[in-house]
């Protein structure tokens, strides 16, 4: 969708522009505006979003697949005004995402642990249903529950 243009620096958008060009709903968008991620224009009770905001969406979006919190996005987001050439907003975003590397890491080894453990208790319990001469594939079958016996 291609901006409203009213010179080649000042690209505006409406929220169905956005909306329609980041594959998300105006509801999204509106809800990071409400978290102060987002700071449209507004001319009466329409919303003009600015190449920043654009931009700034962009990077949202990008933050939240890759699992950053709107907490850590904000941060970000607001170093770009630093006046360093967002220096400090390149340091902060690559240590985000070191720390959410080493978590997923960290992650994926729990899960392969679990993983193994639970392979290993399968096979186990198969063995099981072997010896008893039980076929491990055939479903089990429903357990009806017992009634309480008052006492």
Avoid: H
Avoid at 39 to 60: A, M, N
Avoid at 70 to 80: C, G, N, P, S
Avoid at 95 to 109: G, I
Avoid at 121 to 132: H, K, M
């Amino acid at each position: 969708m291609k901006p409203v243009q009213e010179g080649a620096a000042s690209k505006t958008y409406s929220i169905t522009q956005l909306s329609e060009e980041f594959s998300v709903t105006p509801r999204a968008i509106r809800f990071y505006e409400d978290r102060g991620l987002l700071r449209p224009k507004r001319e009466g009770q329409t919303r003009i979003y600015s190449q920043r905001d654009w931009v700034r969406l962009l990077l949202i979006l990008r933050g939240k697949r890759v699992g950053f919190s709107l907490a850590e996005l904000r941060e970000i987001l607001d170093l770009y005004d630093l006046g360093d050439g967002q220096t400090e907003q390149i340091r902060r975003t690559l240590a985000t995402a070191r720390n959410k590397l080493v978590s997923l890491e960290r992650q994926r080894q729990d899960i392969d642990q679990t993983i193994l453990e639970l392979s290993n208790s399968c096979t186990f319990l198969e063995g099981l249903l072997i010896e008893r001469g039980i076929d491990p594939a055939q479903p089990a079958k429903p357990v009806k529950a017992k009634k309480a016996s008052a006492a």
